[in-house]
């Protein structure tokens, strides 16, 4: 079993949709969350942050994390066709130094 | 958030040569600095983690010959691919982690390499 899991999709709605990516891990010692959003032939960007259990929100994204089910989402409202992106979750412990990724979720936002 | 400089964006290369690749913090220190692979549609894939004055740490069937990975400072990683061949070719990404625990991992802008 992956450490993550995601959905790769690809994802595709009309513009102005929310949009819901997730996230399931297996490793309950996982206390830090991250969403990233990477366009093609550049370095993922870091667009949330989370510790722990508990929603995050920033501007039309918002963050949420379950650890009681080891689920995490993010969620984009109003989607814009500039949200057109491969997002990746991450994850780590508060031990060791390794991060963990998901495969990443390919979404394409339609005019 | 904190900034990590990249470069080259992109190199061509003859097969045989070495390509250097830097990864600089430029507003943060980074005692450990990540090194991915990239294929087209797929995800990141760790190669090695470098800490700054100490030989880094390779993951399982990365050749640490043709890897070449040197952490002289705080801000400062290089990647150096070595007699570079075809299959080397791929996207590289780096990635310096900061925050009072280390918790957030900052990336670069990616290295597209080219081997012919």
């Known amino acids: 079993q992956k450490e993550v899991e995601q959905d790769p999709g690809p994802l595709s709605v009309p513009e102005g949709a929310i949009v819901s990516l997730n996230c399931t891990y297996s490793n309950s010692a996982f206390q830090y969350f991250m969403w990233y959003r990477q366009y093609s032939r550049k370095g993922p960007e870091l667009l949330m942050y989370?510790?722990?259990?508990g929603n995050k929100e920033d501007g039309r994204f918002t963050a949420q994390v379950d650890k009681s089910s080891k689920y995490i989402s993010l969620f984009i409202r109003d989607s814009q066709p500039s949200d057109s992106a491969t997002y990746l979750c991450?994850?780590?412990?508060?031990?060791?130094?390794?991060?963990?990724f998901g495969t990443g979720t390919s979404l394409t936002v339609i005019p | 958030g904190a900034v990590v400089s990249q470069h080259p964006s992109w190199v061509i290369c003859k097969s045989g040569t070495s390509v250097k690749i830097e990864c600089r913090s430029l507003d943060f220190q980074a005692t450990t600095m990540f090194w991915y692979r990239q294929f087209p549609k797929q995800s990141l894939m760790l190669m090695a983690t470098s800490n700054e004055g100490s030989k880094a740490t390779y993951e399982q069937g990365v050749e640490k010959d043709k890897f070449l990975i040197n952490h002289a400072s705080l801000t400062l990683s290089t990647l150096t691919v070595t007699s570079a061949h075809p299959e080397d070719s791929s996207f590289y990404i780096c990635?310096?982690?900061?925050?009072?625990?280390?918790?957030?991992?900052?990336f670069g802008s990616g290295t597209q390499l080219s081997v012919l």
């Open positions: 989370t510790y722990s259990s």
């Open positions: 991450a994850m780590r412990s508060n031990t060791g130094n390794q991060f963990y």
């Open positions: 990635s310096a982690e900061t925050g009072l625990t280390n918790e957030k991992l900052f």
